[in-house]
């Protein structure tokens, strides 16, 4: 999706994990968007919904998931997510 992205003359920053998310976003960096995987293996997308929300940053979270689970969209979108693709 980088790639993408990057052609659209858009700016992209990989996390490698959850703890690599989170210091990246405690950096001071500013992040208009995230894009994060539904499946973790390191750390759940909630656990760093709620990093961003209790860290008063204002990037918006889209969750991406492999598969359609409209109980895991409802779920994104209720905790505060923008989006779940």
Known sequence: MLPL???Q???TEWAAGFQDAVRKL???GSYDLLLVDAE???GSWRN???FVQ???L???MIICARLE???LWAEAIQSGAYDLI
């Open 9 to 11: 003359g858009l700016e």
């Open 69 to 71: 689970d409209r109980e």
């Open 48 to 50: 760093l919904l709620l």
């Open 26 to 28: 405690s950096s001071g």
């Open 54 to 56: 209790n860290s008063g």
């Open 5 to 7: 992205l990057e052609g």
């Open 58 to 60: 204002t990037s918006e």
């Open 40 to 42: 973790r293996p390191d």
